[in-house]
C-alpha cells in the first residue's frame, strides 16, 4: 500500500512544512537489489583495549570486500586489516572526526568490567554524527549467561540498554544491532554480519541476535549471491502478501519453492507458483491429516531443506466477546499446528542435516493487542515453541528461528482505519511501515546454509517499534 505521508515528506515542499510544524520525517528506506554489493562505503571499526574478534572480523570484511577506517585508539586494527588483505587506513585527525561512514563495528568481546565502558563512549560520541543515512551499527558481544563471572556477565548484559538506545539516538533510517557471539562460534558470523550490513536488514533494528556453534550440516554457499541454490524450500500460506514474498524472495536466492495454502486461496496460490516456476500444494493445514500428508509430499520430493512457517489466521474479538470456536482457530492454525508439522517432519526425518525450520510470530506476541488475546497468545506460544524446541531439534541437525513483524504494509493492514493505520506507521524508529519483502529477507538470512550458528532467535521485523520496545 502507498504511504502517501513519507512521499509527501520526502518531497521539496512537504519536508520544509514538516519542519516547520515539527512532523516525523521518514527517510526512504534502502532496500536490496539483486547483484548489488553488500555495503555501499566505508567502514569504521572500534573495539576495546581487548578485542579478541577483530582477527574473525577482518577475513569478513575480506569476504564481502568493504574498505575499512579505524580510529587511532584502535593501533591493532591496521596490522590484522594488512594481514588480512583489506584495504584500510586512519580515521580522524587530530581528535577530530574522520569521512562519513556507512557503518560503525564494535567489538565488545573483550569487555569484562563495568569500568571499561568508556571504550564504548568515546568511539560512539566521535563517530555518532558521521553515519550517513540507512547506515549500520553492529556491536558484538559474549552472551551474559555464558560470561565467566558476574562482572562479565553484567557489563556484557548492559550493551543492550546502548543498542536499544542508540538505536533511538541516531535515527536517518541507521539500524543498530547487538550480536552475542558464543565462545568458540566466532566462524559462524558471516551471514550474519553480511546480512546486518547490507539493505536486506534495512526494516530490522534494536535486535538482540545470539550466534552459537554450528547446528547440522552447513558450510559457506559457493555463491554468497545464491546460497539456497539446490535448496528446496515449503513455505506455508503463500497465496498472497508476506508469503508470496517469501516465495519471490527464496527463488531469487536460487532456491526450489513449494508454495502451500488452503483450498480456498487456489487462484492466488496457483498464480504465484506459475510465476515462480513453483510446486502448488493446496492444503488445510489444520487438518488433523496435514502433518502426515507433508511427510508423505516430502518423502516423494526426496526430502526438505527449509520450512517457513508463515500461515495465520486472525479471528479478534475481546475475549469476553469472542465465540469460543475463533480462540480455537486461531491457537490451531498459528501454533498447535506448527508443532504438530514440525514434530512430525523432525521425527520422521524428512528434513535433510542442515534443514531450517523458520516461523513466523508478531510483536503482538511481544507487546499484546487490544482485541487479539487468541492471536497474541498463539504467537507468543511461537515464540516459546522456538525456544523451548531449538535445543531439541539441534540434536536432530535442525535449527529453528522466528521473525516478529510490526507494521507491514499488506492487505490486512490497508483495511484498518486511518488513524489506527498512521499510528501503526509512524510510531517506530523509521517513522514507517515496513514491506513483506522486509520479512522475507529476514528469513532468508535464518535459512542460509551458513547460518547454521543461529538458533532459537526470535528477531524482530519492525523498525524499533515503540510498542513493547
Known amino acids: 500500500m502507498n504511504d502517501s505521508y513519507l512521499n509527501f515528506a520526502n518531497s521539496a515542499v512537504g519536508a520544509k512544512l514538516a519542519d516547520a510544524l515539527g512532523l516525523p520525517k521518514p527517510i526512504v528506506l534502502d532496500r536490496y537489489k539483486e547483484g548489488q554489493p553488500v555495503i555501499k562505503g566505508s567502514l569504521l571499526i572500534g573495539g576495546g583495549s581487548d578485542a579478541p574478534l577483530l582477527p574473525t572480523l577482518a577475513k569478513i570484511f575480506k569476504s564481502i ?65 558521521s553515519v550517513l543515512p540507512c547506515g549500520r551499527v553492529i556491536i558484538f558481544g559474549r552472551p551474559p549467561e555464558k560470561c565467566a563471572n558476574p562482572r562479565q556477565a553484567t557489563i556484557q548484559r548492559a550493551l543492550e540498554g546502548l543498542t536499544r538506545s542508540l538505536a533511538k539516538e541516531l535515527k536517518r533510517a541507521i539500524a543498530v544491532q ?17 546480512f546486518l550490513l547490507s539493505p536486506r536488514s534495512t526494516y530490522v533494528s534494536a535486535q538482540v541476535i545470539r550466534v552459537g556453534l554450528p547446528v547440522g550440516a552447513g558450510g559457506t554457499p559457493s555463491d554468497w549471491n545464491k546460497p539456497l541454490a539446490g535448496k528446496k524450500v515449503l513455505v506455508t500460506g503463500a497465496s498472497r502478501g508476506i508469503g508470496a514474498s517469501i516465495a519471490e524472495v527464496m527463488v531469487r536466492e536460487g532456491a526450489t519453492v513449494i508454495c502451500l495454502d488452503v483450498p480456498q486461496a487456489q487462484p492466488g496460490l496457483n498464480e504465484i507458483a506459475a510465476k515462480l516456476g513453483a510446486t502448488a500444494i493446496e492444503l488445510d493445514i489444520g487438518a488433523a491429516d496435514a502433518p502426515q500428508k507433508l511427510v508423505d509430499a516430502a518423502k516423494a520430493d526426496g526430502g526438505w531443506d ?29 501454533l498447535s499446528t506448527q508443532e504438530r508439522i514440525n514434530d512430525a517432519l523432525v521425527e520422521s526425518g524428512v528434513l535433510k542435516s542442515g534443514a531450517r525450520i523458520v516461523c513466523v510470530s508478531s510483536i503482538s506476541g511481544i507487546a499484546g493487542n487490544m482485541g487479539q488475546t487468541n492471536y497474541a497468545l498463539s504467537k507468543a506460544g511461537v515464540i516459546g515453541m522456538v525456544q523451548s524446541t531449538a535445543p531439541v531439534f539441534a540434536k536432530h541437525g535442525v535449527t529453528i528461528n522466528a521473525v516478529a513483524p510490526g507494521f507491514i504494509e499488506t492487505q490486512m493492514t490497508a483495511a484498518i482505519p486511518f488513524a489506527m493505520r498512521e499510528a501503526g506507521r509512524r510510531m517506530n524508529s523509521m517513522s ?8 522475507a529477507e529476514a528469513i532468508v538470512w535464518f535459512a542460509n546454509p551458513a547460518s547454521s550458528g543461529l538458533t532459537g532467535n526470535v528477531v524482530r521485523v519492525c523498525g524499533q517499534s515503540l510498542i513493547g520496545a
Request: avoid cysteine; aromatic fraction near 8%; charged fraction near 20%.
Open 65 to 129: 570486500g568493504v574498505q575499512t577506517v579505524a580510529p587511532r585508539h584502535l593501533p591493532q586494527w591496521l596490522p590484522l586489516a594488512n594481514q588480512a588483505g583489506l584495504m584500510s587506513g586512519r580515521w580522524g585527525v587530530d581528535d577530530q572526526p574522520g569521512e562519513k561512514v556507512k557503518a560503525l563495528v564494535f567489538d565488545a568481546t573483550g569487555l569484562t568490567d563495568s569500568t571499561q565502558s568508556d571504550a564504548l563512549y568515546q568511539f560512539f560520541h566521535d563517530a555518532a554524527r
Open 178 to 194: 547487538l550480536v552475542y557471539v558464543a565462545e568458540g562460534a566466532e566462524d559462524q558470523l558471516e551471514s550474519t554480519v553480511r
Open 306 to 334: 527449509v520450512i517457513v512457517h508463515n500461515a495465520g489466521i486472525t479471528r479478534d474479538k475481546t475475549i469476553a466477546n469472542m465465540k469460543e470456536r475463533f480462540w480455537q482457530m486461531v491457537m490451531n492454525v498459528n
Open 432 to 439: 514507517q511501515g515496513g514491506l513483506p519483502v522486509d520479512v
